[in-house]
């Protein structure tokens, strides 16, 4: 039987047989604690396919030596996170949109001003994307799905300033390119 670390150097390289394995030793966890969390089996599978396509997204930059198993249960306790934070903001959108029917279209209306900022996340998402692969990926792991510095550091393997200086610099290439848009 292969070790959790036999495993993640195959994963790193690429090695689908190996990520399966590892799914298969670790999604039940995972669907345990979201479905926990969520009381929601459809939404437990989604968090839990969410971590994993994360992991895949992110196996060129995983780091061996550090990997610990904490690593996925912070991930899916981020994904809980953020799931609650996004349903509620749907919640309250759909109240807000629900109690603007009817209503004529104004400078000052909120239903306008969400489609705005719903344009404007797209706009951001697509910039996202066109980082570079590294600072890309320090972010998302950063302001999508809440790792500190030092968890995003260890996961890496990169040094915790070089996180900080990645985080700076997609913040000000972002920051120019939405002025810009």
Known sequence: MQTEQDLIAKIKSGDIKAFDEFYRRNWRLL??????????????????QTVFINFWGIRE??????????????????AIANFFKKDASRRKTLEQVLTEIG?????????????????????????????????QQVFILS??????????SALLNISPQTVKNQLTNAL??????????
């Open 103 to 135: 209503k004529k279209p104004t400078p000052e209306n909120p239903v306008e001003d969400r489609l705005i900022a719903k344009q404007t996340a797209i706009t951001l998402d697509q910039h996202i994307h066109l980082l570079p692969e590294k600072m």
């Open 143 to 152: 302001r999508q799905q809440y790792l500190s510095v030092n968890e995003i």
């Open 61 to 78: 930059t995983l780091s061996v030596e550090r990997y610990h198993a904490s690593y996925l249960t912070i991930a899916i306790k981020n």
């Open 31 to 48: 669907y345990h604690m979201a479905y926990q969390a969520t009381r929601s089996s459809a939404d437990a599978k989604d968090l839990v």
């Open 172 to 181: 000000k290439i972002l920051r120019t390119k939405m002025e810009a848009a």
